[in-house]
């Protein structure tokens, strides 16, 4: 059996979707779980920091988009897709801390998400190759991380009484 005839564009979509699917349900799976944890601003920051680094993607030639195609991705995922994660995020305080309500839609709003970001790919690779693809939907991811995220940093610091800075 032949290794370079594995590696065709419909092998490699199979790939990238299952690959995707199991990270979709991992994020499911810690999300659910950091609900039991005390919420902090490092908590609260740190994920969308960390993403950010996935931005020099960009460096590779073959992921780079038209700057229109690129801010019109962030601003889908700021406008719309952040927008069912904000309106599921509540805190609530124990014992002096600060926790995530777990909400029983947030699984299901995590999935939601996850089928159109699926039948959008599928759409989209249609249009733009696969490394261009991966550049848009990180881009879309960004976005809604980066709102939600900054929402909650604003309902922590309001239930906390503490200033809107980081500390």
Same mark, same amino acid.
């Given at each position: 059996?032949?290794?370079?005839? %594995?590696?065709?564009?419909? !092998? *490699? =979509?199979?790939?990238?979707?299952?690959?995707?699917?199991?990270?979709?349900? !991992?994020? @499911?799976?810690?999300?659910?779980?950091?609900?039991?944890?005390? /919420?902090?601003?490092?908590? @609260?920051?740190?994920?969308?920091? $960390?993403?950010?680094?996935?931005?020099?993607?960009?460096?590779?030639?073959?992921? #780079? @988009?038209?700057?229109?195609? $690129?801010?019109?991705?962030?601003?889908?995922?700021? %406008? +719309?897709?952040?927008?069912?994660?904000?309106?599921?995020?509540?805190?609530? /305080?124990?014992?002096?801390? /600060?926790?995530? &309500? =777990?909400?029983?839609? +947030?699984? +299901?709003?995590?999935?939601?998400?996850?089928? /159109?970001?699926?039948?959008? #790919?599928?759409?989209? &690779?249609?249009?733009?190759?696969?490394? &261009?693809?991966? $550049? %848009?939907?990180?881009?879309?991811?960004? $976005?809604?991380? !980066?709102?939600?995220? *900054?929402?909650m940093l604003k309902e922590y610091h309001l239930i906390t009484g503490k200033q809107a800075t980081p500390e």
């Amino acid at each position: 059996m032949d290794v370079n005839n %594995l590696m065709t564009p419909a !092998t *490699l =979509r199979i790939v990238v979707t299952l690959c995707t699917v199991a990270f979709a349900l !991992t994020v @499911i799976f810690v999300r659910l779980k950091a609900s039991s944890r005390p /919420v902090t601003v490092k908590k @609260i920051v740190m994920p969308p920091i $960390g993403m950010a680094t996935g931005a020099l993607m960009f460096v590779y030639p073959p992921t #780079h @988009i038209p700057f229109w195609w $690129g801010l019109a991705a962030f601003a889908a995922g700021w %406008l +719309f897709f952040s927008y069912p994660l904000i309106r599921t995020t509540k805190f609530e /305080v124990k014992g002096g801390e /600060v926790f995530a &309500q =777990r909400s029983p839609g +947030f699984a +299901f709003i995590l999935l939601g998400l996850l089928a /159109v970001r699926l039948i959008l #790919h599928e759409f989209i &690779q249609e249009y733009v190759s696969i490394p &261009q693809t991966g $550049g %848009l939907f990180f881009l879309l991811a960004f $976005g809604m991380i !980066t709102r939600w995220r *900054l929402f909650m940093l604003k309902e922590y610091h309001l239930i906390t009484g503490k200033q809107a800075t980081p500390e």
